[in-house]
């Protein structure tokens, strides 16, 4: 997960009608890139790179490309190269260019040489090259094809080299190398963060297991390589999502295809409670799931249900087994191509073919069957486990009406200390979540309370990566937050039922503040993901310091603004004095200005309510993060790493970060 200022995205156009048709071509995607890239921040930049590698992917998947390499050049520009067939570069008919030509302007021509091809339809993906091509203040594409070099360049869009050969080759090599600067007209920011490439090619290596993607950040000071090349693929993939969770015993893997439709599913039970399902369609993360998702819960429910019937695995007990105690301590990756795929849902990311549900359930079901029959080892310790969470099922189930008999968790009797705002319709209110009672008075006082309500919470919350569900329902101040937020939790969750629609965490920015926010993201992570999904989370950034002069007060959020607002009062103070004659000297040793007090926040509660207002609740003024789930696989994992039982991983990840600790908020 990464977080994006908490602004619009895009580039602030506006869809009037009368503008929309007479745009064409390169020209359109210029004006409105936000339309074919999402956004034109950090994440709509780092597209301009996947949308490339998906094309060499898609070689890959036709059978013609095992070698990609990506590399950020020094001066920040990036080059694709891969060992397919070639960008063909012979004349077009219908465009009478040479196919190259059409492929780098004109807008989805990449689909027009090759109807059988997983392309992605709908999806932020699959929008071409010739988008990238748009967006970059210039581009280069080298094609090894018939023993020859050819060499194209394009500025913004426009051809200024044609096709020309620029060398021979001795041996049938083929492979197309593209180099894009992107354009700083168009981008908000235009350095790529080699973490967000790699763990974007890391995914793809994982889902590919017959492609080595090769990584190199080349620009000055942070130079760094890699190479992903993992011929388990998936079952390899879910031993990284589990990090250091125990398997309970060796991946279980179905390859297949069904109804025209790929199917590849691996998957394991850990010693842990939480169920971690991953699924993929044309190498795109579902994160909403849908068919594809469905297939393979029905099927590992059927089956397994009928295997512990089969083998009398249920004989002493009364429990009946659903599909969630199936899931318990499940970490499974379900990886689909589909023609045309559909999709649907708030962010579009959920599949919605029917065909494909039948495809992954039918294969799951005739594989899995199989493999219990093989392995009744396995079946045996996958029934007993899920015994196991039935049990505690019924035990959570106990601990939830206990719960509801004291109020906490219904949503129409909210929690004592929360102080709700006046508003009532979701779209227009937020919620604080304050670390600490004196904080969270000061939040109370300092808010506007028409709209933002303040629920200040005690100490630490329950590590819910570490516990189990009845023992989280248990925890109070876990209890005050699902019955603040009235959208329940887990199976139950609904998000048209939220009462808020931002959900702001507000603490310390210490070790302890960054913990507490770690906890409560895991909570929301594990148990409301669909809030994260939807960016309804959002991180507060309170300052760090206050410059006071006089009765003049400056807040700086980090020590480059702290600097940046001393050297301004530096110069004032400066030309103030050459004015004056008395030359008092104005400095002290360490060249300071004298009158100047630099005080540390330590905490929120340092900060009066008006201040807290002004630096960190007022929208106007305020800077708040949203949170995004970049990277279904990655955040898992970070999650895992930073709550889980591991002490060494945690302890690179934060050496690692550690000069980004402002922004350590996963
Ligand atoms: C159109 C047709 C063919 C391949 C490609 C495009 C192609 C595009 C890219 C972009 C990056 N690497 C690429 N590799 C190939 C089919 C070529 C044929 O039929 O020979």
């Not at 999650?639 to 980004?660: C, H, Q, S, T, W």
Request: aromatic share 8%.
């Amino acid at each position: 997960m990464s977080e994006q200022k908490g602004i619009p995205n895009g580039n602030g156009n506006d869809y009037s009608a009368s503008s929309i048709n007479v745009l064409k071509g390169l020209e359109a995607v210029r004006k409105r890139p936000a339309m074919y890239i999402g956004d034109v921040g950090a994440r709509g930049l780092h597209h301009l790179i996947n949308e490339v590698v998906d094309n060499s992917i898609d070689e890959a998947l036709a059978g013609y490309c095992d070698t990609i390499s990506v590399v950020i050049n020094p001066d920040n520009s990036v080059t694709v190269e891969d060992n397919g067939r070639g960008i063909p570069v012979d004349i077009h008919e219908e465009e009478q260019k040479s196919a190259l030509e059409v492929v780098m302007t004109v807008l989805h021509a990449g689909g027009k040489f090759d109807k059988n091809s997983y392309k992605v339809s709908g999806g932020l993906h699959g929008v071409g090259v010739s988008v990238v091509n748009a967006l970059s203040e210039w581009m280069r594409v080298e094609v090894k094809r018939d023993k020859k070099i050819y060499f194209m360049e394009f500025k913004r869009g426009d051809m200024t080299t044609p096709l020309k050969v620029i060398g021979k080759l001795k041996e049938d090599v083929t492979g197309t190398k593209v180099t894009f600067m992107p354009d700083d007209e168009i981008f908000k920011t235009i350095n790529f963060k080699y973490d967000t490439v790699t763990a974007r090619m890391r995914e793809l290596a994982y889902l590919n297991r017959n492609v080595s993607i090769a990584c190199k950040d080349t620009r000055e000071g942070s130079e760094e390589e890699d190479l992903f090349h993992f011929k388990g693929g998936l079952v390899e993939f879910v031993a990284y999502m589990d990090g250091s969770r125990k398997p309970l015993h060796k991946t279980i893997y179905i390859e297949g295809e069904r109804e025209n439709t790929p199917v590849e599913v691996a998957f394991h039970y850990n010693e842990e409670f939480s169920e971690n399902i991953f699924s993929y369609v044309n190498n795109i993360n579902t994160h909403e799931g849908g068919t594809h998702l469905v297939g393979f819960k029905a099927a590992l429910t059927r089956t397994l249900n009928s295997y512990a019937a089969k083998n009398n695995l249920l004989k002493n007990t009364k429990i009946t087994l659903s599909g969630d105690d199936f899931r318990e301590g499940l970490t499974a990756i379900i990886s689909v191509k589909v023609m045309e795929p559909q999709f649907e849902g708030q962010t579009k990311t959920k599949l919605g073919n029917s065909e494909t549900k039948s495809a992954v359930e039918t294969l799951v079901n005739e594989k899995l069957a199989e493999f219990l029959e093989e392995n009744p080892g396995v079946g045996k310790k996958i029934v007993e486990k899920s015994l196991r969470a039935a049990e505690a099922r019924e035990a959570a189930r106990k601990a939830r009406d206990l719960a509801r008999r004291k109020n906490a968790l219904d949503s129409f009797d909210l929690p004592g200390k929360l102080a709700d705002c006046s508003i009532t319709d979701p779209e227009h209110c937020e919620v604080y979540i304050v670390e600490g009672d004196s904080a969270g008075g000061s939040a109370k006082q300092g808010r506007d309370r028409r709209f933002q309500a303040i629920l200040p919470l005690k100490g630490k919350i329950l590590n819910v990566e570490k516990a189990k569900l009845h023992k989280i329902l248990e925890n109070n101040e876990i209890q005050a937050i699902i019955a603040a937020m009235g959208c329940g939790i887990d199976t139950e969750f609904d998000l048209a039922k939220l009462r808020y629609g931002k959900l702001i965490l507000m603490t310390d920015a210490d070790v302890d503040g960054s913990h507490i926010r770690t906890l409560l993201l895991t909570f929301l992570y594990r148990y409301m993901k669909d809030l994260i999904i939807t960016g309804k989370v959002y991180i507060a950034q309170p300052p760090l310091y206050k410059v006071k002069k006089g009765k003049e007060e400056f807040y700086a959020f980090d020590e480059k603004e702290r600097d940046e607002i001393l050297k301004r009062l530096r110069a004032n103070q400066r030309k103030a004095t050459s004015t004056e004659t008395d030359g008092t000297e104005e400095y002290d040793d360490e060249g300071n200005i004298k009158g100047v007090v630099i005080s540390r926040y330590k905490g929120l509660g340092e900060m009066n309510p008006l201040q807290l207002w002004e630096t960190t609740m007022n929208p106007e003024t305020r800077t708040i993060l949203q949170v995004n789930l970049e990277n279904a696989a990655d955040a898992n994992r970070l999650f895992e790493v930073l709550m889980g039982d591991d002490v060494e991983p945690r302890r690179l990840f934060i050496e690692k970060n550690a000069k980004y600790v402002r922004n350590l908020d996963i």
